[in-house]
């Protein structure tokens, strides 16, 4: 299966503690978004990357959260000192990075849910 | 004026019918219009997108239907089928990320 994985699936934690994600692309692709996605809406954007940087981080986003994406590939997306308002799924999405708008490939998420 | 607003929040078709979802959008800066389908415990996927540069789309049984002046589109879904039970989404895109409708849960009654 070459489609856009996370990991963990599920992730429960308790309230203060920092929590790591990993999303590994679909290998030729450019760009990686990070959403964030709660029951009953439509995902929320949080960063882009184009390779390697960090082009675009939403203004709504904590300095809690921070990502990564060393060398291109894989991503990672860490939250510090959780927060029950952190429960979400965070979905990876990754595109070829062609053209402005072009079609994302969405992995599962992984579903964190804060104590 | 970043908002997509999305109806109706939930939609019942019998198996056969058409299935109508409508999106609406603030932003004249918006110029790509995807629809997306999640099913339980995935990641949304593309089903249909479509630019401003014309007026309606249509792959298979999804048509989207697109009214520059009027700051609306829709996803027609035609001879609706039990495997198309599923959440919705519109969103539009100003720059690399998108803005996304709240979701419509469509049930498609056999």
Redesign the interface.
């Known amino acids: 299966d070459t489609g856009?994985s996370q990991d963990p699936r599920h992730k429960i934690t308790k309230r203060g503690q920092n929590v790591t994600f990993r999303c590994d692309p679909i290998s030729e692709h450019n760009?990686l978004?990070w959403y964030r996605q709660t029951l009953?809406?439509?995902?929320?954007?949080l960063t882009?990357f184009q390779n390697e940087a960090q082009?675009?981080k939403?203004r709504l986003l904590s300095d809690r959260f921070s990502a990564e994406r060393p060398k291109g590939s894989f991503s990672t997306l860490e939250i510090q000192r959780t927060e029950q308002g952190d429960s979400a799924m965070y979905?990876c999405?990754s595109s070829p990075g062609k053209s402005?708008?072009e079609?994302?490939f969405?992995?599962?998420?992984t579903q964190l849910s804060v104590l | 004026q970043q908002q997509v607003k999305q109806s109706p929040q939930s939609l019942i078709v019998q198996k056969g019918g058409i299935s109508i979802i409508n999106c609406a959008y603030e932003n004249t800066a918006f110029d790509y219009f995807p629809w997306y389908q999640q099913f339980p415990g995935k990641g949304p996927a593309l089903l249909i997108a479509i630019r401003p540069d014309v007026s309606e789309k249509k792959e298979g049984r999804f048509t989207i239907s697109f009214n520059k002046s009027a700051k609306q589109f829709s996803l027609h879904i035609m001879d609706s089928q039990p495997g198309d039970s599923a959440t919705y989404f519109c969103a539009a895109s100003p720059a690399y990320q998108l803005i996304w409708g709240a979701g419509t849960k469509l049930i498609i009654k056999p």
């Open positions: 856009v760009r978004y009953g809406q439509g995902p929320e954007f882009y082009l675009e939403s979905l999405a402005q708008g079609k994302l969405f992995g599962s998420g």
